[in-house]
């Protein structure tokens, strides 16, 4: 909850990132509240109010994962309305004549999105959410300290400065809202 909201304030790729570790840890606890209080909050050096506070949040996150439906899998709907919206700036930023750094980067990285679209099976999920799922799952390799190729390391650098700069220009849009 607390880094979930200091991410949202300063990097929403971060964020969203973030928050799809939040649901794997949710369903890796099986959705249960106490066991999340006792295996991750319980961790945290903090006060009693802030662990009630953060707990409070689990069971919300809960909630929405098991009204939505995504006990097994996917991310939740607020998540993925953020992506749509990260998309439709993409897709507006691309038809602005002036944005030449934003579309250098985006060319750099458009043949590692087809790529990742292609080993992912022709998903018709947006580029963004492509992207931020690939990251997600380059991060997980990480983790779990699996070897990563150099070619992967490469393709995925091009995203991630794609999305870093995507992320930049979410950030200032919302700001001036």
């Known amino acids: 909850m607390i880094i979930a909201e200091?991410?949202?304030?300063e990097n929403i790729a971060e964020y969203l990132i973030y928050m799809y570790q939040v649901e794997d840890l949710?369903?890796?606890n099986n959705l249960d509240a106490?066991?999340?209080?006792?295996?991750?909050?319980?961790q945290f050096n903090t006060d009693y109010d802030t662990k009630r506070e953060m707990l409070e949040?689990?069971?919300?996150l809960i909630d929405r994962i098991n009204s939505e439906g995504?006990?097994?899998?996917?991310?939740m709907n607020f998540l993925n309305e953020i992506t749509?919206?990260?998309?439709?700036?993409?897709?507006?930023?691309l038809h602005e004549p002036l944005n030449n750094e934003y579309k250098n980067t985006w060319d750099k990285a458009r043949t590692n999105?087809?790529?990742?679209?292609?080993?992912?099976?022709?998903?018709?999920?947006?580029?963004?959410?492509?992207?931020?799922n690939g990251l997600y799952g380059l991060l997980i390799l990480k983790l779990k300290k699996e070897?990563?190729?150099?070619?992967?390391?490469e393709a995925f650098s091009s995203i991630s400065e794609w999305i870093a700069i995507l992320s930049a220009e979410y950030m200032k849009k919302q700001q001036n809202l």
């Open 70 to 75: 995504k006990e097994k899998s996917g991310h």
């Open 147 to 153: 070897e990563v190729s150099k070619e992967t390391q």
């Open 57 to 60: 949040w689990y069971k919300g």
């Open 84 to 93: 749509v919206r990260m998309n439709e700036l993409h897709v507006s930023i």
């Open 26 to 28: 949710i369903r890796a």
């Open 113 to 132: 999105v087809d790529a990742l679209r292609m080993r992912a099976g022709h998903t018709s999920e947006n580029d963004v959410q492509l992207a931020l």
């Open 6 to 9: 200091q991410k949202k304030k």
């Open 34 to 42: 106490q066991k999340i209080d006792q295996q991750i909050i319980s």
